[in-house]
């Protein structure tokens, strides 16, 4: 591994040290698959192996690598396949996911919902793409929250967070889409959760997640959108 970082002096080294990898890597020092050594990166931050493994750790939790007991650390990367493979778990998973919270958020739930979807348009509109994916992901995770279902939830984060860390790092080096035609598409299946109507809800959401797909095929990889069909078809 290439020496990238320096001597740290601050405190709460574990967050520094965080902090500094997730950077490299949203910059593009530190690219996409590639191994961290941590032995390595403790001499460059002149800092313990159980900081930059704490580190480490915490950067798995927000998806940007990936880190398997006994195993090699790298960067997160996603292949085409894998990320078929995600939307067609998303399909499912975050679709029945959607129906659930219809049917059991209380109303301090759906007052989150509608807190955490302005500011997904707030964020929109200052045409930060990164600060725009953040709020995306947390508005996601609401309305996972509201579903009280737990199991969906810790599925759909071990899922669902690396690829938004994966399309944050790939969306922060270029021009963005239109963040609020996408914002418009997300409010289309957060009315029908605030109104409690499961079926429009799941619809909404997988006409949604067929305009995501479409962006993802289009923007990250490059592929028109006229090839980015529905893996399972809805009606």
Known sequence: MRAVFGKLTYTSLRGRIADEIQDAILNGTLREGERIVERKLADQFSASLTAVREALIELAAKGFVTKRPNCATHVIKFSHADVDKIFAFRRIVEAHTVEEACRAASQEGLERLTHSYKELLEAAHSKNAQLYLQRDLALHEVVWQISKNEYFEIALRRVVRPFFAFTFIRYGRGDSFDLVQ?????????????????????????????????????YIYGQGRESATPLIQHG
Do not use: G
Not at 204 to 217: F, I, K, M, V
């Open 182 to 218: 996408d914002a418009y598409n997300h409010l289309a299946f957060v009315n029908p959760i605030r109104s409690r109507d499961a079926e429009a809800a799941r619809q909404a959401y997988l006409s949604a997640l067929d305009e995501w797909y479409a962006q993802t095929r289009s």
